[in-house]
């Protein structure tokens, strides 16, 4: 996914749904057109920081430079306001040509008949065929993924050896081995330096849920049990007693911060769970070099549960006037070796294996350790899930609950039955 949490928050989750319901009676695309010029005039959302921004900006004026009579006039926010912003649009039959989304809302926006189907419109031949087939529903390729990224441990290893420890083996390692070992870090470090920072995101719990085999989204329900989400939760509470992470309030604090101001980047945590596309930023904002693990497994477990994700998708409004002019952008940006050569893995590691290997000499060295561990875990890797409609909501339901439960205003038990209950109504409504 992305530089930054992937967090939607419910404001934005019902924003998105309201705007999904209204899109079935508005004329999505209103704000396609022509400019004064004659030139093809192409709207292009996304997120992100400013460093995407200014990478974005380039991309666009490298292909104006090589299509003179289309101009690409890009729709930028910070994350926190992204879908917001664009479900206001597509609910006012406003859409941008080009937009740019996450895995959670494919259904959402694809269902409601927001998304034009891409195949045959963009070349695919190139892309990694599993990280494709994320985009694709009913037979239709609604999206296209700009990269791919996994979801991992991140480590400062110099952090694990300075508070007296080794470096795991995770190959091998279990979830008690990382308890006990973050544990020790913090307590050789003297309490200058956590052991690990823990994370919400339903990422941890889809790949934890997948080693007790079971599926966080199992068709239109949740498929986690109340004894794997005890089990998940009682992680978190251990760090929390025995000092392998800060307290409920400060976890909590952290966890709602950018890669930049986080424990790990900050040099405060020798641990942290992120997307592998954020090594990069964590590397740069810690001025360490750090590594990137696979997630400890259960004992016993048949799987890692790790998984390949699209960073993000590149689709078209059903209603755009261009959609010529749409499919030959994103062709561009995900097809174009020019076009991998400035992004680079910003959006996640080109998924095109051609301009994958165009740039690998251009990659600063973070990403070249995420290549190095993509292509290293890649054969243990289980098929990404696309969630189901009104997922969009669900992971603020569980961060909801996991709070409760660790700062004791709730019982697992109650917790768990709750968190089902709601999540499933989500996504079922």
């Given at each position: 996914?992305?530089?930054?949490?992937?967090?939607?928050?419910?404001?934005?989750?019902?924003?998105?749904?309201?705007?999904?319901?209204?899109?079935?009676?508005?004329?999505?695309?209103?704000?396609?057109?022509?400019?004064?010029?004659?030139?093809?005039?192409?709207?292009?959302?996304?997120?992100?920081?400013?460093?995407?921004?200014?990478?974005?900006?380039?991309?666009?004026?490298?292909?104006?430079?090589?299509?003179?009579?289309?101009?690409v006039e890009g729709e930028f926010s910070d994350w926190s306001s992204y879908y917001e912003s664009l479900?206001?649009?597509?609910?006012?039959?406003?859409?941008?040509?080009?937009?740019?989304?996450?895995?959670?809302?494919?259904?959402?926006?694809?269902?409601?008949?927001?998304?034009?189907?891409?195949?045959?419109?963009?070349?695919?031949?190139?892309?990694?065929?599993?990280?494709?087939?994320?985009?694709?529903?009913?037979?239709?390729?609604?999206?296209?993924?700009?990269?791919?990224?996994?979801?991992?441990?991140?480590?400062?290893?110099?952090?694990?050896?300075?508070?007296?420890?080794?470096?795991?083996?995770?190959?091998?390692?279990?979830?008690?081995?990382?308890?006990?070992?973050?544990?020790?870090?913090?307590?050789?470090?003297?309490?200058?330096?956590?052991?690990?920072?823990?994370?919400?995101?339903?990422?941890?719990?889809?790949?934890?849920?997948?080693?007790?085999?079971?599926?966080?989204?199992?068709?239109?329900?949740?498929?986690?049990?109340?004894?794997?989400?005890?089990?998940?939760?009682?992680?978190?509470?251990?760090?929390?007693?025995?000092?392998?992470?800060?307290?409920?309030?400060?976890?909590?604090?952290?966890?709602?911060?950018?890669?930049?101001?986080?424990?790990?980047?900050?040099?405060?945590?020798?641990?942290?769970?992120?997307?592998?596309?954020?090594?990069?930023?964590?590397?740069?904002?810690?001025?360490?070099?750090?590594?990137?693990?696979?997630?400890?497994?259960?004992?016993?477990?048949?799987?890692?549960?790790?998984?390949?994700?699209?960073?993000?998708?590149?689709?078209?409004?059903?209603?755009?006037?261009?959609?010529?002019?749409?499919?030959?952008?994103?062709?561009?940006?995900?097809?174009?070796?020019?076009?991998?050569?400035?992004?680079?893995?910003?959006?996640?590691?080109?998924?095109?294996?051609?301009?994958?290997?165009?740039?690998?000499?251009?990659?600063?060295?973070?990403?070249?350790?995420?290549?190095?561990?993509?292509?290293?875990?890649?054969?243990?890797?289980?098929?990404?899930?696309?969630?189901?409609?009104?997922?969009?909501?669900?992971?603020?339901?569980?961060?909801?609950?996991?709070?409760?439960?660790?700062?004791?205003?709730?019982?697992?038990?109650?917790?768990?039955?709750?968190?089902?209950?709601?999540?499933?109504?989500?996504?079922?409504?």
């Amino acid at each position: 996914m992305s530089s930054g949490k992937k967090m939607w928050s419910a404001r934005a989750g019902g924003a998105l749904l309201a705007a999904a319901l209204l899109a079935t009676t508005a004329a999505c695309g209103g704000g396609s057109g022509d400019s004064a010029d004659g030139k093809v005039k192409l709207r292009f959302s996304y997120w992100g920081s400013d460093s995407r921004q200014k990478l974005t900006e380039q991309v666009i004026k490298k292909f104006e430079e090589k299509n003179p009579t289309i101009d690409v006039e890009g729709e930028f926010s910070d994350w926190s306001s992204y879908y917001e912003s664009l479900s206001t649009k597509v609910a006012g039959g406003d859409a941008p040509d080009v937009m740019t989304i996450e895995i959670k809302g494919l259904r959402e926006y694809a269902g409601r008949g927001i998304l034009a189907d891409l195949a045959g419109k963009v070349a695919t031949s190139d892309l990694d065929a599993k990280v494709l087939g994320t985009g694709a529903l009913d037979g239709k390729q609604y999206a296209v993924p700009s990269g791919a990224n996994a979801f991992a441990l991140v480590a400062n290893t110099a952090a694990v050896e300075k508070a007296g420890q080794k470096a795991p083996d995770d190959a091998t390692w279990t979830w008690d081995d990382y308890l006990g070992l973050v544990a020790k870090i913090t307590e050789g470090s003297g309490g200058k330096v956590y052991g690990t920072q823990y994370t919400f995101n339903s990422a941890y719990l889809t790949i934890f849920a997948a080693q007790r085999g079971e599926k966080f989204f199992d068709g239109n329900k949740i498929g986690v049990t109340p004894e794997t989400l005890k089990a998940w939760w009682g992680n978190f509470q251990k760090l929390i007693q025995t000092k392998g992470s800060p307290d409920a309030a400060k976890s909590a604090e952290v966890d709602a911060n950018s890669p930049d101001q986080s424990l790990l980047g900050t040099g405060t945590a020798a641990f942290g769970m992120w997307w592998s596309n954020q090594l990069g930023t964590l590397s740069k904002a810690s001025g360490q070099e750090l590594t990137l693990y696979r997630l400890p497994k259960a004992k016993g477990a048949t799987t890692s549960g790790m998984f390949l994700q699209p960073a993000m998708y590149y689709t078209t409004s059903a209603k755009t006037e261009h959609a010529a002019e749409a499919a030959k952008f994103i062709d561009f940006l995900v097809n174009d070796p020019d076009a991998g050569a400035i992004l680079l893995s910003d959006r996640g590691l080109p998924v095109n294996s051609k301009v994958l290997e165009a740039v690998k000499s251009k990659l600063p060295p973070a990403d070249v350790k995420t290549l190095e561990f993509m292509d290293k875990i890649r054969p243990e890797l289980v098929d990404a899930v696309v969630p189901p409609k009104g997922a969009s909501g669900v992971e603020d339901i569980l961060k909801r609950y996991s709070e409760e439960v660790l700062f004791g205003r709730m019982t697992p038990d109650d917790a768990a039955q709750k968190f089902l209950t709601e999540a499933n109504a989500a996504i079922a409504g």
